[in-house]
């Protein structure tokens, strides 16, 4: 990092705090905290949502993602517009019209209380551990390019965002929320453009996208039905339905979203927009990712993208060793290059034969290289169990290769993506906590003043807890799926409990409840002793607690009086 | 009109664009089913 990347990064950060709390100067009550005073325009809504579900990890693990695995990623939101067009035709007006503050004020209405504080712990238990891990990732990223020690870097980010979360609630989450969105989706897109012109001159855009192709990194789209691979087109429709119904229709950090809107029809378009967005958005991220691939079929990579753990091996009793292997990576390297070159003048010259022939080539040098770094990847086990550098190898090409300002800016957007969702996690889990529990169990005649000082300390307890979650996230593996997997164990309870309430009217309070513990207990089996894809889990869970609540519903109504008669 | 009459009505409002609710809902969807035939198209050309 040169000396601009940090005024531009440092800059970016302390102007977001003060926007945060200039924006957040005017909270003076409960509504306005947990709500944004309902007045949030549809645009505002529509980012607010999308900054939400956006974190780092998004942005850093994704194009990792795409860099090892292709863009068959991207299917896991196809049932995104789907739940979209349901929880705005169904959820959003109920929830208006009740004008509550937390999705799970609605199960009390419905069902019972028992019901509500399930839901409501279940989120609590669910969006406490996971804002643990959206902290955690950009404090990775500072860790290994300034050599702090992370404890620190998380501790600094996540007081940050404790400044405006804490003193301006929801109205100053939504509006820094907006504007990081729009900063993050600007330096993404100037990463991609310097990805693109940094390209050799002799290559072009389409035939190094041919390159990425053909080694299996352009693969956005398998019809293919297997419950056990993570991402096809129908575990991404169906699966990624549920999921996008629990998280958007029951998750309290995107019902607090849409609930600040000013009218159903604003909170209707936010969700909308994000339904006809968040697919091309995600399938850009991926793309970054494979462009960064391609431009590593003509420039040297490193046989392993985090370099801590690198120069750890370099140093480690298997060090000569490690450095050989990184001089055979170069050589491996040299033969898949001339490889892609062989390839490109056979597409160039339109000569089919040669062209499959290049690429049966392109693919064997490829197998080679991957050859050489898993040797790699055995020595760095001396170090790490499961050596995955998924996640470093967006924030790698970025500091080695963009021009000075731009790393800052980049590197401010991935910060930008964390304290959003952050924000929004923290200023959720203090309503939830002082809306579901403190006022309906353990207080509940304060005054409304009461309630809005316990918002704000309860914002601050989320923050501290978080930040020390935070620092066990490391051990999660890759962090996409860690923070879908811890999703994915609740989201599908979360769900049945909602759909009953929304679509099954005569089932009781009892049912739901006794039907909810089933859908966990399913999803836990499934989770513990079987092999099904993660994206599932939402699918079994919500089917389960709707089929036990429908079966146990007649043992639970009560019988009718008959004494009248 | 009443308060509570005049902020029924607001919430009840049609979108500001694209006529009805159900026109919305069928963009959406169908701006899917166009991604998604883009995206077959695109996984195909590359392979």
């Known amino acids: 990092m040169r000396p601009l990347d940090w005024v531009v990064l440092f800059a970016a950060l302390a102007g977001i705090v003060a926007y945060g709390l200039w924006k957040g100067r005017r909270t003076r009550d409960l509504d306005d905290f947990l709500v944004a005073d309902r007045g949030q325009r549809w645009h505002r809504v529509a980012l607010s949502i999308m900054a939400t579900q956006a974190s780092a990890v998004t942005f850093l693990a994704t194009p990792g993602q795409a860099f090892a695995d292709g863009m068959r990623f991207v299917q896991v939101y196809f049932g995104l517009p789907v739940a979209m067009v349901i929880l705005s035709a169904t959820a959003v007006p109920i929830y208006r019209r009740l004008k509550v503050y937390t999705a799970y004020e609605y199960l009390e209405g419905r069902f019972d209380l028992k019901t509500r504080t399930l839901a409501a712990l279940l989120f609590l238990a669910l969006r406490g551990l996971s804002t643990g891990v959206s902290l955690y990732a950009p404090s990775l990223i500072l860790s290994v390019i300034m050599g702090w020690d992370i404890r620190v870097v998380i501790f600094i980010i996540g007081g940050a965002v404790m400044l405006y979360a804490s003193t301006g609630g929801a109205r100053a989450v939504d509006n820094t929320n907006f504007l990081q969105f729009l900063i993050i989706m600007g330096g993404m897109v100037v990463a991609f453009v310097t990805i693109v012109r940094l390209l050799p001159p002799d290559v072009s855009f389409l035939e190094a996208a041919h390159v990425a192709g053909k080694l299996g990194r352009l693969n956005a789209v398998d019809f293919s039905f297997d419950v056990k691979n993570q991402y096809n087109f129908w575990s991404g429709l169906l699966g990624g339905c549920f999921l996008a119904l629990a998280y958007f229709g029951t998750d309290q950090s995107q019902v607090q979203r849409y609930l600040s809107g000013q009218s159903v029809a604003q909170s209707r378009l936010g969700l909308l927009f994000n339904g006809m967005v968040k697919v091309p958005m995600q399938f850009f991220i991926l793309f970054l990712g494979a462009t960064v691939f391609a431009f590593y079929q003509f420039t040297q990579p490193p046989v392993f993208f985090n370099p801590v753990q690198a120069e750890r091996a370099r140093a480690g009793a298997r060090g000569a060793e490690f450095r050989a292997l990184e001089t055979e990576y170069a050589a491996a390297f040299d033969e898949k290059q001339k490889a892609a070159r062989e390839y490109i003048n056979a597409l160039r010259a339109g000569d089919d034969a040669a062209a499959e022939s290049a690429s049966a080539g392109l693919k064997a040098a490829q197998d080679k290289a991957n050859g050489v770094r898993g040797g790699a990847l055995e020595v760095l086990k001396e170090f790490d169990a499961k050596p995955n550098d998924t996640n470093y190898v967006f924030l790698s090409f970025v500091t080695r290769y963009m021009p000075a300002g731009l790393v800052g800016l980049v590197l401010a957007a991935v910060f930008f993506a964390s304290m959003s969702s952050t924000a929004s996690e923290w200023s959720a889990l203090a309503a939830t906590t002082v809306v579901d529990i403190q006022r309906r169990l353990l207080k509940r005649d304060a005054s409304e003043r009461y309630y809005f000082v316990s918002s704000k300390l309860a914002t601050v307890f989320w923050g501290c807890f978080a930040i020390a979650f935070a620092q066990y996230a490391g051990q999660l593996g890759s962090l996409v799926e860690a923070v879908n997997r811890l999703g994915s164990l609740f989201y599908g309870t979360l769900l049945g409990i909602f759909l009953l309430g929304f679509y099954f009217r005569r089932v009781t309070g009892t049912a739901a409840f006794l039907g909810a513990l089933a859908g966990e207990a399913a999803v836990l089996y499934c989770f513990f002793y079987t092999s099904i894809a993660f994206l599932w889990f939402n699918v079994v869970g919500a089917l389960v607690v709707v089929l036990a609540a429908l079966a146990l519903n007649p043992l639970t109504r009560a019988k009718p009086d008959t004494s009248e008669a | ?47």
């Open chain 2, 1 to 47: 009109m009443t308060g509570e009459t005049r902020k029924h009505s607001r919430e009840e409002e049609p979108p500001p664009f694209g006529g009805s609710w159900r026109t919305l809902y069928a963009v959406v969807l169908a701006n899917l089913a166009v991604l998604v035939a883009l995206f077959y198209v695109f996984t195909r050309a590359f392979r």
